[in-house]
């Protein structure tokens, strides 16, 4: 049984840094391309961050480009973000979940992580 679980936000400075954590547990990883999402009230979840099928390259939204990175603990089913450079509009409960345009297709989503920054 897949079990997401997010770690790692708070509360920081504009131009600061944090690295995020996602244990995902049940997860192959080279069968499950993996990315970060992150959702403000009343707005999509969005994707940031992501590995493509087979985890041989990544892809980012224009708004995290040159600012986070996405990488993975192949062994420790673990996937993390690094923030760097942060904005006030990175505010957002962050999750992890299946690289996916289908409802269908996603694990059950985690509690996510509060980020957030201030100006």
């Known amino acids: 049984q897949v079990q997401l679980v997010e770690s790692g936000g708070g509360l920081v400075q504009a131009g600061g840094s944090l690295r995020l954590s996602c244990a995902a547990s049940g997860v192959t990883f080279s069968l499950n391309p993996m990315g970060w999402y992150r959702q403000t009230p009343g707005k999509q979840r969005e994707l940031v961050a992501g590995?493509?099928?087979?985890?041989?390259?990544?892809n980012y939204a224009d708004s995290v480009k040159g600012r986070f990175t996405i990488s993975r603990d192949n062994a420790k089913t673990i996937i993390y973000l690094e923030m760097n450079s942060l904005k006030p509009e990175d505010t957002a409960v962050y999750y992890c979940?299946?690289?996916?345009?289908?409802?269908?297709?996603?694990?059950?989503w985690g509690q996510g992580t509060q980020v957030t920054v201030s100006s």
């Open positions: 979940n299946r690289v996916s345009q289908s409802n269908s297709l996603f694990f059950p």
């Open positions: 590995f493509t099928r087979g985890g041989v390259s990544t």
